[in-house]
């Protein structure tokens, strides 16, 4: 089992990027993802999650209006479409997956730092002018 981050890199602020997260080994129908970041100096934390049928969004305070999340079941692929990015939003996001079943995709965003066992390696992302 296994999942992929693609898509990071530098923009200006301003600027846009779509992140995917192609899983590997399963099926992506069964399982709800959530994307986390990571800034220097700074513990990881949960950025947006999406429910197995992708009806259910969460998304942090600070990204909610420019950041939107999706799932293509055909292409075993989660999205993270990043608009408006700003300095602050820097850092190497993850995708992950699997754990204890949480109620709400809120729970999982909030809690899955600890709780998920399989994570990509992580794409990075720098906004700067």
């Known amino acids: 089992l296994q999942v992929v981050e693609s898509g990071g890199g530098q923009v200006q602020p301003g600027g846009s990027l779509r992140l995917a997260c192609t899983v590997s080994?399963?099926?992506?129908?069964?399982?709800?993802i959530g994307w986390f970041r990571q800034a220097p100096g700074k513990e990881r934390e949960g950025v947006s999650c999406i429910s197995v049928d992708g009806g259910r969004t969460y998304y942090k305070d600070s990204v909610k209006g420019r950041f939107t999340v999706s799932r293509d079941s055909a292409k075993n692929t989660v999205y993270l479409q990043m608009d408006s990015l700003q300095p602050e939003d820097a850092g190497d996001y993850y995708c992950?997956?699997?754990?204890?079943?949480?109620?709400?995709?809120?729970?999982?965003?909030?809690?899955?730092?600890?709780?998920?066992?399989?994570w990509g390696q992580g794409t990075p992302v720098a906004v700067s002018p």
């Open positions: 992950a997956t699997e754990g204890p079943p949480f109620s709400t995709v809120q729970d999982m965003c909030l809690r899955g730092t600890r709780y998920l066992t399989i």
């Open positions: 080994g399963f099926t992506l129908d069964y399982y709800q």
